[in-house]
C-alpha cells in the first residue's frame, strides 16, 4: 500500500493534522519515515484505525468464485509428483533428527597430550632446541 505524509493523510480523511500526530505519539497508528526524512503513515494502517476514506467507493467484487462442486478434483496421478516429493522430505528429516540425537549424546574426548617431564634444566633447554 502507498504511504502518504500526516498532511496529505489528513486532506484525505478529512481529518486535522494534529489529530494523526496524536495518534501517532499514542501508537494507535504506526508511521514511518521516508526518503526526505518526513513522516509517513502507510494507507492500510488508517485503514485498519479509521476504515475507508471518505468519498472512496469500494469496488464490487467482480472476480468469479469457483464454487467448491465445480472446482476440478485432482486425481492421485497428477499428485504422485508431490507425494514422492513429501515422501522424500520425511525421510530427510527423519535422518537428519537421528543424526541430531547422535551428535547430542557423543561424549567429549580430550585429545591425548604427552607430557614429557625433564630431568634437569639442560635436558628442557635440549628439547627446545630440537636436538
Known amino acids: 500500500m502507498p504511504a502518504f505524509t500526516i498532511g496529505r493523510m489528513a486532506k484525505l480523511y478529512g ?5 494523526l500526530h ?19 503513515i ?8 479509521y476504515g475507508e476514506p471518505p468519498g472512496c467507493p469500494t469496488p ?6 469457483p ?8 486425481t492421485v496421478g ?15 528429516v527423519r535422518e537428519l533428527r537421528e543424526a541430531m540425537l547422535l551428535l547430542e549424546h557423543r561424549p567429549v ?3 591425548a597430550v604427552e607430557v614429557k617431564k625433564a ?3 639442560a635436558d628442557l633447554l635440549r628439547d627446545l632446541d630440537g636436538n
Open 15 to 19: 481529518l486535522h493534522r494534529s489529530t
Open 22 to 40: 496524536e495518534a501517532v505519539a499514542r501508537g494507535r497508528i504506526s508511521a514511518g519515515f521516508d526518503g526526505k526524512g518526513q513522516r509517513v
Open 42 to 49: 502507510d494507507l492500510s494502517e488508517m485503514i485498519r484505525v
Open 60 to 65: 464490487p467484487d467482480t472476480s468469479p468464485t
Open 67 to 74: 464454487s467448491p462442486d465445480t472446482a476440478p478434483t485432482p
Open 78 to 92: 497428477e499428485l504422485s509428483g508431490l507425494l514422492e516429493e513429501l515422501r522424500l522430505l520425511r525421510q530427510e
Open 109 to 111: 574426548i580430550p585429545p
Open 119 to 121: 630431568e634437569s634444566f
